[in-house]
């Protein structure tokens, strides 16, 4: 009886393990797709960038052009919930560019995780980040959130088409 307890808690403990192994980014994906996703998280990457270091001036480049973009930012504070939309990006940008007005630094931690490639013009992108913002007036802020969109190539550039920002204080 007790050896059939340390078994079961044996196998229980090598499920766990193999559950928790793998889901890297590039987990099952041929070599063209494994090159597209690390063009993708290279574009992401620099995206990530530019808003860290409050470059925002051609941001909209990382943005489609196309009618059908879109991108959401959902916030969650104390309790509350606030969910706005940018059927525009230069709207988006502007939105962007004004909140970090306030900031004099930002560190922002992300990189994608998994990144799903529907063909070598369109792809599924989800990154986790957290980021911590240091105010003019002293006070800092703790972000956590997470990304998600869609990006397709535009004249051989990836671009986000819509996409949506999950994020709240910690």
Not at 78 to 101: C, M, N, Q, W
Not at 154 to 161: K, Q
Request: net charge neutral; aromatic share 12%.
């Amino acid at each position: 009886m007790f050896m059939k307890g340390i078994i079961k808690f044996l196998l229980f403990l090598v499920v766990v393990g193999l559950m928790s192994c793998g889901g890297g980014a590039y987990d099952g994906l041929n070599r063209e797709q494994t090159r597209i996703a690390k063009d993708v998280a290279k574009r992401y990457n620099q995206f990530i960038s530019k808003i860290e270091s409050k470059e925002f001036d051609h941001l909209e480049d990382y943005f489609s052009a196309d009618d059908r973009f879109t991108w959401e930012i959902e916030r969650s504070r104390e309790g509350t919930r606030a969910d706005t939309e940018f059927p525009e990006r230069i709207e988006l940008v502007e939105t962007l560019k004004e909140s970090y007005e306030s900031v004099s630094r930002s560190k922002l931690n992300s990189t994608p995780g998994k990144v799903t490639v529907y063909n070598e013009n369109m792809v599924y992108i989800f990154a986790m980040y957290n980021q911590t913002d240091k105010l003019k007036t002293g006070e800092t802020k703790k972000y956590y959130g997470a990304i998600s969109a869609y990006m397709i190539k535009e004249g051989g550039t990836w671009r986000f088409l819509k996409g949506s920002d999950q994020n709240g204080l910690r």
